[in-house]
């Protein structure tokens, strides 16, 4: 029997493809070396689900808990990179593009039920 998390079922309305499309649209990994914004949104979804109010607690928190995430390709991160991406103007087009998508298929979702 295979077991869900909320994280994978959470997870599931942003198939990894779409999220990729979205940020070669805006050219979001042009100036990244190690760290994508994968990584930066995994960790940054986290804190909000964790309700951890600081980058530093969501660092020391997501990376002692990232094995458990590899299956969503998720790595380590520090603080200093998710404040560099939290200060780029196409992170913001691109987690537009994210929520619009989510809220487009929760509305598609709807009209079937």
């Known amino acids: 029997m295979k077991s869900t998390t ?42 909000v689900i964790g309700n951890i109010n600081s980058l530093r607690s969501v660092e020391t928190s997501f990376n002692s808990h990232h094995n458990s995430f590899d299956c969503f390709g998720a790595k380590q991160i520090h603080k200093s990179t998710m404040s560099y991406y939290n200060q780029r103007d196409n992170l913001v087009k691109i987690y537009q593009d994210v929520f619009n998508y989510v809220l487009k298929q929760s509305l598609a979702n709807d009209k079937i039920s």
């Open 6 to 47: 909320i994280w994978s079922n959470l997870l599931e309305f942003i198939p990894r493809h779409q999220f990729n499309r979205f940020v070669k649209k805006h050219d979001g990994d042009k100036y990244s070396k190690k760290v994508r914004v994968y990584e930066h949104f995994t960790s940054i979804l986290y804190g």
